[in-house]
T-cell receptor, first 112, second 116 residues
Framework: ETGVTQSPTHLIKTRGQQVTLRCSSQSGHNTVSWYQQALGQGPQFIFQYYREEENGRGNFPPRFSGLQFPNYSSELNVNALELDDSALYLC???????????FGQGTRLTVV | LAKTTQPISMDSYEGQEVNITCSHNNIATNDYITWYQQFPSQGPRFIIQGYKTKVTNEVASLFIPADRKSSTLSLPRVSLSDTAVYYCLVGDPSMYSGGGADGLTFGKGTHLIIQP
């Protein structure tokens, strides 16, 4: 157990809808990152939040957005869902400048 | 970020030592080598990290030659529960979070299958 919890574990949405995924970071960690993992692929970096500000983003469109709260928990929001958004979404918490990231078990999103 | 190349899959048997090699020819001076393990439907788990020579922990050893253009993850006496995907990552830890935020760059990893 890493101490990083994500909810929900599974979710089915219709194309065009919006979705919010949630993550509780490990205690004491001030950085949270989100990753998308398609079937058979490695996780792809979406973005990262540090002290409630987005400070890094991968190659994902603006319809992927997020928030980090004062208690370092986080949300990932995806608007106008597309079929290709079907994936495992992973949240990882860490301390600034440290490579060891602690991942949650992920949210399996299916877009139909 | 330095690109890595590792075998797509490997097979071994219980009780054997398994070595997974990763190539990273354009590794930069400030880059570290990090390995993660991932089981199906779970998030990746940090295994080990090193900069040069040899690093050992309770789970694995990491061997890095002097030129740092490759590295080898060694898993001693594997069991069926070591069946997983293993990812080799190379990058500057100071860029992962806080001041710089490149995120962790995962490739497709190595699918390790342990048989009885």
């Amino acid at each position: 157990e890493t101490g990083v919890t994500q909810s929900p574990t599974h979710l089915i949405k219709t194309r065009g809808q919006q979705v919010t995924l949630r993550c509780s970071s490990q205690s004491g960690h001030n950085t949270v990152s989100w990753y998308q993992q398609a079937l058979g692929q490695g996780p792809q970096f979406i973005f990262q939040y540090y002290r409630e500000e987005e400070n890094g983003r991968g190659n994902f469109p603006p319809r992927f957005s997020g928030l980090q709260f004062p208690n370092y928990s986080s949300e990932l929001n995806v608007n106008a869902l597309e079929l290709d958004d079907s994936a495992l979404y992973l949240c990882a918490s860490s301390l600034a400048g440290v490579t060891e990231a602690f991942f949650g078990q992920g949210t399996r999103l299916t877009v139909v | 970020l330095a690109k890595t190349t590792q075998p797509i899959s490997m097979d071994s048997y219980e009780g054997q030592e398994v070595n997974i090699t990763c190539s990273h020819n354009n590794i930069a001076t400030n880059d570290y080598i990090t390995w993660y393990q991932q089981f199906p439907s779970q998030g990746p788990r940090f295994i080990i990290q090193g900069y040069k020579t040899k690093v050992t922990n309770e789970v694995a050893s990491l061997f890095i030659p002097a030129d740092r253009k490759s590295s080898t993850l060694s898993l001693p006496r594997v069991s069926l529960s070591d069946t997983a995907v293993y990812y080799c990552l190379v990058g500057d830890p100071s860029m992962y979070s806080g001041g710089g935020a490149d995120g962790l760059t995962f490739g497709k990893g190595t699918h390790l299958i342990i048989q009885p």
